[in-house]
């Protein structure tokens, strides 16, 4: 797995899939955070969903991508572009890859409106390809709950 945005709850979600086996890879865009992403399991990566080239080389052995950005911080345009043309480009890039599948996060502080644009992007660029694709709906303010969706809707796209 290659968690997008593997900040607080993206570690509980990486200890969760590491716990059941499955290698995880998680990012952060500051050295001083692989560390977290260490401590529960996970490979760290040093890389910046706003410039794709520096995502694109830890796609290597991944079977599924989670785009765990549900609450990113930052102006509205960048998180904006996040969720549209940057998520885009990714899920168009992942069709000439290994990679079987998408896991999206529609939840979270981002607004709705946004995140809705980024769920209609994953399910058009997926169906067009014949990509196994999951969205993800249940917000972040109930962890565990969180943590099961997002898990199980990893398992919908390996099986």
């Given amino acids: 797995m290659l ?15 590491a716990a ?14 692989r560390a977290d992403i260490e401590a529960v399991g996970a490979e760290a990566v040093l890389c910046d969903p706003d410039r794709l080239a520096t995502l694109t080389p830890h796609l290597e052995g991944v079977s599924v991508l989670v785009w765990a950005m549900g609450s990113a ?6 998180v904006a ?11 168009q890039t992942l069709v000439d ?9 529609a939840a979270g502080s981002v607004a709705p409106a946004v995140l809705a644009s980024g769920e209609r992007v994953v399910l058009r660029v ?18 565990r709950a969180w943590v099961a969706a997002m898990a199980a809707a990893v398992d919908r796209v390996l099986s």
Avoid: F, K
């Fill in 3 to 17: 968690i997008v945005g593997c900040g607080c709850r993206g570690r509980t979600l990486a200890s969760e899939l």
């Fill in 20 to 33: 059941r086996g499955h290698g995880v890879r998680g990012t952060t865009r500051r050295e001083e955070r």
């Fill in 73 to 78: 911080t930052g102006g509205h345009e960048a």
């Fill in 81 to 91: 572009a996040l969720h549209g043309p940057r998520l885009e480009s990714m899920v």
């Fill in 97 to 105: 890859t290994p990679v079987r599948g998408v896991v999206y996060e």
């Fill in 126 to 143: 997926a169906g067009a390809n014949r990509m196994p694709a999951e969205i993800v709906r249940t917000g972040p303010g109930d962890e």
